[in-house]
Every structure is written in C-alpha cells, then in structure tokens.
C-alpha cells in the first residue's frame, strides 16, 4: 500500500478506512462481521482508521479498539469529539447540541482513550466548530493533550479555511476531514489552499458520496429502515433518479478503463493532490479490497477532467446534508 503524510506527525496508508457505517448511521452490522474486516484492511495495508465517539455513540470507538488491540503499533487510530451527546439515545437521535468547551475536549479524549483501550490517540479531530467556543481555546486545551503525551496530532472536521489558519496558529494541525468526492467539491474553494500552504493532509469523508458513487444503489426503498440516507436530500426519490443517471455515465468510463465505478470515484479523489487521504466506509470485504485498489488506478489528465465533467456538482440533485446539518459545516 502506498502511503502519504498528514501533517509532520503521521505516515498512513493512501486509502483509509472510516468505521462509522460498522456502528451507526447506515444500520450497523454484526461485530464479528465487522472485526473481520478491519482485520482484513490490516492484512492489506490499511494503516489509517477513522471513529468518533458519537458514532453509536460510543458503540464504535468500542469496536475499532477491541479489533485493532493487536496490530495495535501497525495502526494509526482517528477519533473525534465536539457534540453534546445524551447516551440513553441511540444514533443520531443522541446528538443534541455542540460543545468543544476545554473541559469537555478532555474529558472526551479520557473517555476515547479507555474506550479504545489505547494510551495515545494518534489523531483527534474537533467534529464540528462550536461557534460558542473560540477556536483558540479548542485548540489550546487540545494541546495540552499533546503535551501529557495523551494526543499525538491534532485535527479539525468540517472547518473553513479562516478557521483552520486560526486554530494552526495555537498549534500545528495535522489533517482537515471533510466531505468530499465528485458530487462535493466545497473544500476546492479555499480549504485546499490552506492545507497546501501550512502543510496541512486533508481527510475526504464520504469519497464516494455515500455509496451513491458506487452504482449500487438505485432506489431509496433499497436502502434499509434505519437507514440515516434516506432522510437526506439527494437521496429522495425524484433527486435521486436524477443523480443515479450521472452514476450511469460514471460506470461507461470505469467499463472502459477496466475498473469498478467506486474505483474510478476514488482514484479521481487520490488525483486531486498527494496530500488527500480519503477513507471510504466499507462493511463488506468485498468492497473494502475494492477500495483499496483504487489508490493503483492510474489516470490521466484528460482521464481526470473528463470524470470531473460528468459528476459536477452543478449537475448534482439536492443538498448533501439536511438545512439543520448544513449549518454546522464550514464554519
């Protein structure tokens, strides 16, 4: 497996692995189904692995900790903080607010530790900006983390370019997560820039929109009852017909350049710079070796812009979050 650099702190596979869909959002999956695939990313050199503590919540800092437990010096291990959670909910029903008070980033990273049953965590992201906290006092309260050894790197989801130059200025910030992928492009804006410019790896989630950029979900009714997508926009019924028709012409070029189409939508990704590590979700084996193969597919110039054109976002149906969600990002 090829790897890149987030940051000065952290050498990780080009392809990670985000966990979240094991535990949460997508309708979870049975745990030893789970173990064996984040053992199976191992075997193939999958180093990087993305939780948060509100995936589940709590549920899947759980599971990444007891599978990763031996492999645990081949790994680098993500995990997030920054929501108000109330643990007699489940799901997302269980967020109900932000809060990336110091005393909370703490606390939150004492809990992560145990629940992982790690003594470091390698990268720790701030999920979501709190407007009510100054970015500085996140940040500073983070740090200090890393300086009782408890932290190794520092990161930030979601963040806008403003922010992330703020927060890098109390301490070095190793990687931004956001979303991104053919259909989401936001970050391009300015995000990239200022990553590029203060030597910042940038963190693509959801690098194949959900599974959209797959070519296997076709239908809403597809998608199982506690399935989070169907309460989200562009996957609607009439939007979602419109988007799966530019998945169709997605799936001709990856038949005539031999690959799947979730391979094409991620090697576009890993092209747009060495600095992008993105971390597909997979449950399957099946689509986590899939995956991680797109980091050898190999493309073009013309291969690049002609995949950008048939995905653009100008064409895409529908927001990718709900309008409450929506007022979370970019801040």
Same mark, same amino acid.
């Given at each position: 497996?090829?790897?890149?650099?987030?940051?000065?702190?952290?050498?990780?596979?080009?392809?990670?692995?985000?966990?979240?869909?094991?535990?949460?959002?997508?309708?979870?999956?049975?745990?030893?189904?789970?173990?064996?695939?984040?053992?199976?990313?191992?075997?193939?050199?999958?180093?990087?692995?993305?939780?948060?503590?509100?995936?589940?919540?709590?549920?899947?800092?759980?599971?990444?900790?007891?599978?990763?437990?031996?492999?645990?010096?081949?790994?680098?291990?993500?995990?997030?903080?920054?929501?108000?959670?109330?643990?007699?909910?489940?799901?997302?029903?269980?967020?109900?607010?932000?809060?990336?008070?110091?005393?909370?980033?703490?606390?939150?990273?004492?809990?992560?530790?145990?629940?992982?049953?790690?003594?470091?965590?390698?990268?720790?992201?701030?999920?979501?900006?709190?407007?009510?906290?100054?970015?500085?006092?996140?940040?500073?309260?983070?740090?200090?983390?890393?300086?009782?050894? *408890? !932290?190794?790197? /520092?990161?930030?989801?979601? =963040?806008? $370019?403003?922010?992330?130059?703020?927060?890098?200025?109390?301490?070095? @910030?190793?990687?931004?997560?956001?979303?991104?992928?053919?259909?989401?492009?936001?970050?391009?804006?300015?995000?990239?820039?200022?990553?590029?410019?203060?030597?910042?790896?940038?963190?693509?989630?959801?690098?194949?929109?959900?599974?959209?950029?797959?070519?296997?979900?076709?239908?809403?009714?597809?998608?199982?009852?506690?399935?989070?997508?169907?309460?989200?926009?562009?996957?609607?019924?009439?939007?979602?017909?419109?988007?799966?028709?530019?998945?169709?012409?997605?799936?001709?070029?990856?038949?005539?350049?031999?690959?799947?189409?979730?391979?094409?939508?991620?090697?576009?990704?890993?092209?747009?710079?060495?600095?992008?590590?993105?971390?597909?979700?997979?449950? *399957? !084996?099946?689509? /986590?070796?899939?995956?991680? =193969?797109? $980091?050898?597919?190999?493309?073009?110039?013309?291969?690049?812009?002609? @995949?950008?054109?048939?995905?653009?976002?100008?064409?895409?149906?529908?927001?990718?979050?709900?309008?409450?969600?929506?007022?979370?990002?970019?801040?």
């Amino acid at each position: 497996m090829k790897t890149r650099k987030l940051g000065n702190e952290l050498t990780v596979s080009a392809v990670g692995l985000g966990c979240m869909g094991m535990s949460f959002a997508y309708g979870g999956q049975d745990e030893k189904d789970a173990i064996r695939t984040l053992h199976r990313a191992v075997e193939i050199g999958v180093t990087f692995f993305d939780t948060a503590e509100v995936y589940g919540p709590f549920e899947n800092e759980k599971l990444v900790g007891k599978a990763l437990k031996d492999v645990r010096d081949r790994v680098v291990i993500a995990t997030k903080f920054g929501f108000r959670i109330d643990p007699t909910k489940q799901g997302g029903e269980g967020i109900i607010g932000l809060d990336s008070r110091p005393e909370n980033v703490k606390a939150v990273a004492e809990a992560s530790l145990k629940r992982l049953g790690i003594d470091v965590i390698d990268l720790f992201y701030q999920h979501r900006v709190d407007p009510d906290v100054p970015i500085e006092d996140t940040v500073g309260a983070m740090a200090e983390l890393v300086r009782e050894g *408890k !932290i190794r790197a /520092l990161g930030l989801s979601e =963040a806008s $370019a403003a922010t992330i130059r703020r927060a890098h200025a109390v301490h070095p @910030i190793a990687a931004v997560q956001s979303e991104y992928s053919l259909q989401t492009r936001e970050p391009e804006d300015d995000v990239f820039d200022t990553c590029r410019e203060l030597g910042i790896g940038f963190v693509p989630y959801s690098p194949l929109g959900r599974g959209l950029l797959t070519g296997t979900i076709r239908k809403a009714d597809e998608l199982g009852a506690d399935d989070w997508r169907k309460s989200q926009p562009r996957f609607q019924a009439d939007n979602l017909a419109a988007n799966v028709a530019l998945v169709d012409t997605l799936e001709e070029i990856a038949r005539a350049k031999n690959v799947t189409t979730a391979q094409l939508a991620l090697a576009w990704v890993l092209h747009q710079g060495d600095f992008i590590v993105p971390i597909p979700g997979a449950r *399957k !084996i099946k689509h /986590l070796e899939e995956n991680v =193969a797109a $980091a050898d597919v190999v493309l073009g110039r013309d291969e690049i812009a002609k @995949i950008g054109e048939a995905l653009s976002p100008s064409r895409v149906v529908g927001e990718r979050y709900s309008e409450a969600m929506l007022a979370l990002v970019n801040k």
